[in-house]
């Protein structure tokens, strides 16, 4: 797991996307907020969510604390717990935030995607349970705290991410409401979900794996489903309401076009 979190984190350097860069055009957006007419209600809130943190992973330990703490997450134990298991994971929250920026109108800045966009509290949640939940084998109780994450983040947000599926960096989750990603499942990275979009099994298993993988660059669209241990391929669309149970090759649209009944496009041609 911890290679995967270091490959994810390259990658975002590729991009472009500093962890400490994004951090501060947060700061210097929280700034600019506390300084408007109305910035008076809303400094303490800010103070405690963006000001007095330096850095992006534990800002964002403190704000999923503030989100999820329950009798069974005390809020101090679990701000440390957050802090620690997002740590090496901060490459990949900023690649998480600079994709919403950049691929939805509404989300015009990094602090607006930060403090209120459900998808990306979700995907963070889910980024901590996932680290706790590749350490169960030397520390048992670190799968049970990883279930009771994924199920607070559940519970809060309508987003269900089994701790051991994987996320690749870049995901933006959408509305983020009643999305279910099963245990073996996998997302690549620069993935766009909408809302109500099932990564579920259907009771048959292929080479020891019961869900579906989804490959770089994909669109899974509201109430699509796709089940079982299938593989999307990188760039293909899996339009509103499609049931998928088989293969889907790279670049390839998937429509629903009836009750159990998909039509398949090809993938477009390249433009020269």
Known sequence: ????????????????????????????QAATAANSKTGSVMLPFLGDAVG???????????????????????RNKLTLVLDS??????????????????????????????LHFKGFLALAAHRAASHLWST???DPGAGQLAL???GAASERTGV?????????????????????????????????????VTLGATGKEKHGRRHPHVGSGC???NGANVLGPITVGDGATIG????????????????DTGFMSNKVLAPRKSKS
């Open 1 to 28: 797991m911890r290679a995967v979190v270091i490959l994810h984190a390259i990658a975002a350097a590729v991009h472009g996307l500093q962890p400490s860069e994004t951090w501060q055009q947060i700061k210097a």
């Open 52 to 74: 007095r943190h330096a850095s992006l992973a534990p800002a964002t330990a403190a704000l999923l604390t503030e989100r999820l703490a329950t009798g069974a997450l005390p």
């Open 85 to 114: 298991s997002l740590g090496e994971a901060e490459a990949l929250l900023a690649r998480d935030l600079n994709a919403v920026v950049e691929g939805d109108p509404a989300a015009p800045e990094l602090l607006t995607v930060f």
């Open 136 to 138: 169960r084998s030397e």
């Open 148 to 150: 009771l994450l994924q």
């Open 160 to 196: 269900d991410i089994h701790p051991g599926a994987q996320m690749g960096a870049g995901v933006f989750i959408d509305h983020a409401t009643g999305i279910v990603i099963g245990e073996q499942a996998a997302v690549g990275d620069d993935c766009y979900i909408l809302h109500g």
């Open 219 to 221: 669109t899974l669209g």
């Open 240 to 255: 509103t309401g499609a049931m998928v149970t088989k293969d889907v090759e790279a670049g390839a649209t998937v429509i």
